[in-house]
């Protein structure tokens, strides 16, 4: 009689758990291709510069601060306003290594840098938190110029709501790196609409915004009265 053939125990592939971490696990073994399986909450484990930034739950709460440091590009953010183009990346311009800029049209209007999806969700945790920057204007600024009559950030819902803050600080007239920070919350001066004038906005209505965070707007334009400059950010923060 044939001897019968020894069993063979595979060993099963981990299955994707409804944890993050498990299922994190999972594709780092199984090494299926980026678009499947690369995002943000598996970052650490399967990094891949061109992985999407989105959790994979958009509506979830947002755990963990989002950062721009700007080591290895622009990181998608864009402008608005009267910029002569999009951000462009410099290597060696930051605080330290790597920053964006954007020039200026001098047409009169302001420009701002905006933030790419990965600013975009669920960021009730940000509340009674900091958004923080670095931020350095070019040429010297002239005091009669510096620009105070548009909000310095701007937030918005995916509904079109916004709510704004001003305030008379800014970057060093000296063209040095200034850390700026923006308290988020009721308390900080927020007001609601895009122009910084409307009333007071409240705890409610910071937190409705956030709740659906789909515009942040950083004022990178400080030197009105129709003149040039060039604004360089780096280092931001969005705390949760």
């Not at 951000?87 to 330290?96: F, K, M, S």
């Not at 200026?104 to 933030?115: E, L, Q, S």
Request: charged letters at 25%; proline letters at 7%.
């Amino acid at each position: 009689a044939s001897t019968p053939a020894p069993v063979v125990q595979e060993t099963p592939k981990p299955s994707l758990s409804t944890t993050v971490e498990d299922k994190c696990f999972a594709i780092a073994i199984e090494d299926c291709s980026a678009d499947e399986c690369c995002n943000e909450n598996c970052s650490i484990l399967n990094p891949d510069p061109d992985c999407p930034t989105e959790p994979e739950d958009p509506s979830a709460p947002r755990c963990e601060s989002i950062t721009s440091d700007f080591e290895n590009g622009d990181e998608g953010w864009t402008s608005i306003g009267d910029a002569i183009d999009d951000p462009q990346y410099e290597a060696d311009g930051g605080n330290p290594g790597g920053a964006i800029y954007v020039e200026d049209i001098a047409d009169g209007r302001a420009w701002y840098f905006v933030a790419p999806i990965k600013y975009h969700g669920n960021f009730l945790g940000s509340y009674g938190k900091q958004l923080k920057w670095d931020l350095r204007v070019e040429p010297k600024i002239d005091p009669q110029d510096f620009i105070t009559w548009t909000p310095l950030v701007v937030l918005g819902d995916s509904s079109g709501s916004f709510i704004s803050f001003s305030t008379t600080d800014g970057p060093s007239r000296d063209s040095e790196w200034t850390s700026l920070s923006v308290n988020i919350d009721a308390a900080a001066g927020w007001r609601l609409g895009e122009s910084g004038s409307g009333a007071a906005a409240t705890e409610t209505d910071i937190q409705s915004i956030l709740g659906d965070l789909a515009v942040l707007r950083i004022r990178g334009e400080f030197i009105g009265n129709f003149k040039y400059d060039k604004g360089y950010m780096d280092n931001v923060v969005l705390e949760t």
